[in-house]
């Protein structure tokens, strides 16, 4: 092996010149590559943060539609009770939206919204209470959709609001994968 001082300059050279390369190569494969790894760590906090206020906010709307429904059964079975349905004197917001099953929640959504018409309600003009105004299905068709719903992770949401004239309406709006909507209308009316 011929000694460092016999190898020639052109092979330093190219040697230099080699390494060189190889040095700005790996700073730009580092400047590539650190925004990168910066956006993923950032979003991994990001997401962290989202979830602990995603669990708070599930805490909370679970509380208030516990509440709610509580609520609505109470003043329900009262006024059925005295022969009367004013809903507008409930306790609660005109409008209250409950997104439960986009929280992850179906399965309570689901079964609160059931627990809720299932009532028998022999007062009230009609005693099997759901109309449906888009699809005209029956009780089991809900039923057998929102199971659906449960079974396939769709999202629905329940809107309760409160009426003029002492009728309530309740709208049940479904929302699958693809985008398809469908509509119920539950009318709770005043047996004249």
Same mark, same amino acid.
């Given at each position: 092996m011929a000694p460092m001082s016999q190898i020639p300059d052109s092979m330093w050279g190219e040697f230099i010149t080699w390494?060189? %390369?190889?040095?700005?190569? +790996?700073? +730009?494969?580092?400047?590539?590559?650190?925004?990168?790894? %910066?956006? +993923?760590? /950032?979003w991994r906090k990001r997401r962290r943060e989202?979830? %602990? *206020?995603?669990?708070? !906010?599930?805490?909370?709307?679970?509380n208030m539609a516990h509440v709610m429904l509580a609520q609505m059964e109470v003043f329900r079975d009262n006024q059925i009770a005295q022969g009367e349905m004013k809903l507008q004197h409930l306790d609660i917001s005109d409008k209250m939206v409950v997104m439960l099953s986009q929280l992850g929640e179906l399965e309570f959504a689901n079964e609160a919204f059931l627990k809720f018409v299932d009532k028998d309600l022999p007062d009230l003009e009609h005693s099997n209470w759901i109309s449906s105004i888009v699809h005209?299905? !029956?009780?089991?068709?809900?039923?057998?959709?929102? @199971? !659906?719903?449960?079974? /396939?992770? *769709?999202?629905?949401?329940?809107?309760?609001?409160? @009426?003029? /004239?002492? $009728?309530?309406? $309740?709208?049940?709006?479904?929302?699958?994968?693809?985008?398809?909507? +469908?509509?119920?209308?539950?009318?709770?009316?005043? %047996?004249?």
């Amino acid at each position: 092996m011929a000694p460092m001082s016999q190898i020639p300059d052109s092979m330093w050279g190219e040697f230099i010149t080699w390494f060189a %390369k190889v040095v700005a190569g +790996a700073v +730009a494969i580092w400047k590539g590559i650190w925004p990168a790894l %910066k956006w +993923a760590w /950032n979003w991994r906090k990001r997401r962290r943060e989202a979830r %602990k *206020r995603l669990e708070k !906010d599930v805490t909370e709307i679970k509380n208030m539609a516990h509440v709610m429904l509580a609520q609505m059964e109470v003043f329900r079975d009262n006024q059925i009770a005295q022969g009367e349905m004013k809903l507008q004197h409930l306790d609660i917001s005109d409008k209250m939206v409950v997104m439960l099953s986009q929280l992850g929640e179906l399965e309570f959504a689901n079964e609160a919204f059931l627990k809720f018409v299932d009532k028998d309600l022999p007062d009230l003009e009609h005693s099997n209470w759901i109309s449906s105004i888009v699809h005209q299905e !029956d009780r089991q068709a809900v039923r057998e959709y929102l @199971n !659906d719903c449960v079974k /396939n992770k *769709r999202r629905f949401k329940y809107e309760f609001r409160l @009426n003029l /004239n002492g $009728h309530g309406v $309740h709208l049940v709006e479904f929302e699958g994968k693809s985008g398809e909507k +469908a509509g119920y209308f539950i009318n709770v009316k005043q %047996k004249q």
